[in-house]
């Protein structure tokens, strides 16, 4: 029934009872909690590291682009010999080993498995002393080749330095140790003992040569894991004095696998024309000293890469394993590969493929313009 508000209106508006209270909409709340919620999930799942690694696939660079000359004639290159390499991460985060468990593109690897068990930081100086064997390797095994007298020297090269031992910040990567306590070091054996000598909190002297430079370095000792006193150098074990001044700016890239490269970009740039010709070349493998390849890691990864920058040749150790080959040659795709032994096997690969052979013999490559 339709009654007169008493309290309404003079003119007797009619007036009709309040209907129940209307609820108040929920969904913003809602919406804002699940948006809190995911902000959560994604940092937590950011921040929480797991005990694995993971290789996934990497880049190319032009070797040739790394590589400059001293005392002797550089030539330009026009060729292009890609150093391949995969992206490595350490103790990945909860997204990127969800990622990693789908992608079959990225490999995981149980950190003690891929670590030996290794401090993190220890792992990282031995890739890049590895680095600097390789460089020291590919150098010389590129300029014997090419017909230059290289010869061993004394003492004993920095390859890496430890962040948290005494001599970081002191001795640096690239140095030159000749002597301890004032007596010359032939060989890492012998730096390695005469530092064993003394015990943790002791002093020692060693006699740096840096670039044309010799510095006095008063290094403590630390204890290692295994109670013996350490300095923090990982050092090389050999040294050499080379001829030609060669520098390869890797960056940041570690490990052995680039030394092929690095040797074949060497002899590309002391000789005319180019070493792969028209094409463009993947390569990995390590080196030694006598030009001699060897297997890498990753290979399926850098296959994949070498496919994805439009490779036409993909020189790769031939001594790797059958499952390492079979994923290597399952991710190339169309990109030949050839399988090679040593630095000479390499060479003749690439003249067979239309690249331009190399002078050899008793005689250094072109020297004119050497300083």
Do not use: C
């Not at 940092?43 to 005990?51: T, V």
């Not at 005319?272 to 028209?278: I, S, W």
């Amino acid at each position: 029934m339709t009654t007169l508000d008493p309290a309404g209106p003079a003119n007797g508006t009619p007036w009709e009872p309040p209907g129940p209270p209307r609820r108040r909409r929920r969904w913003p709340w809602v919406i804002l909690g699940l948006v809190v919620a995911s902000i959560v999930v994604g940092a937590a799942g950011s921040a929480i590291r797991l005990p694995y690694y993971a290789i996934a696939p990497g880049d190319a660079l032009d070797v040739n682009d790394l590589v400059t000359i001293e005392g002797a004639r550089q030539y330009p290159t026009h060729d292009e010999l890609l150093l391949l390499f995969v992206k490595q991460r350490a103790r990945v985060n909860v997204w990127r080993w969800i990622e990693a468990s789908i992608d079959p593109d990225i490999d995981l690897f149980e950190e003690p498995d891929f670590t030996g068990g290794a401090d993190p930081e220890l792992v990282r100086a031995q890739s890049r002393r590895e680095m600097a064997a390789s460089q020291v390797h590919a150098k010389k095994a590129a300029l014997e080749i090419l017909g230059y007298e290289v010869t061993r020297t004394e003492g004993v090269g920095v390859g890496a330095v430890l962040e948290s031992m005494p001599a970081a910040g002191i001795v640096h990567e690239g140095d030159v140790v000749v002597a301890v306590d004032g007596r010359p070091v032939a060989d890492h054996e012998a730096l390695v003992a005469a530092v064993h000598r003394r015990a943790p909190g002791d002093v020692v002297e060693l006699r740096v040569r840096r670039g044309t430079r010799t510095v006095d370095v008063t290094v403590g000792t630390a204890t290692g894991e295994d109670g013996r006193p350490v300095v923090g150098l990982l050092l090389l074990e050999e040294h050499y004095d080379l001829p030609v001044d060669v520098t390869i700016d890797t960056g940041r890239i570690g490990g052995p696998s680039a030394g092929l490269a690095m040797a074949l970009a060497v002899i590309d740039a002391l000789t005319p024309g180019g070493l792969a010709g028209d094409l463009r070349v993947a390569v990995t493998g390590t080196i030694d000293a006598d030009g001699s390849v060897g297997g890498v890691g990753g290979l399926g990864q850098k296959a994949l890469t070498a496919r994805t920058v439009g490779a036409d040749l993909f020189l790769m150790p031939e001594d790797e394993s059958p499952k390492e080959l079979e994923r290597a040659r399952a991710r190339a795709g169309d990109v030949e590969i050839v399988f090679v032994r040593t630095l000479d096997d390499a060479l003749r690969a690439l003249e067979h493929a239309g690249g331009d052979p190399i002078g050899r013999g008793d005689e250094p490559a072109e020297v004119a313009d050497a300083a």
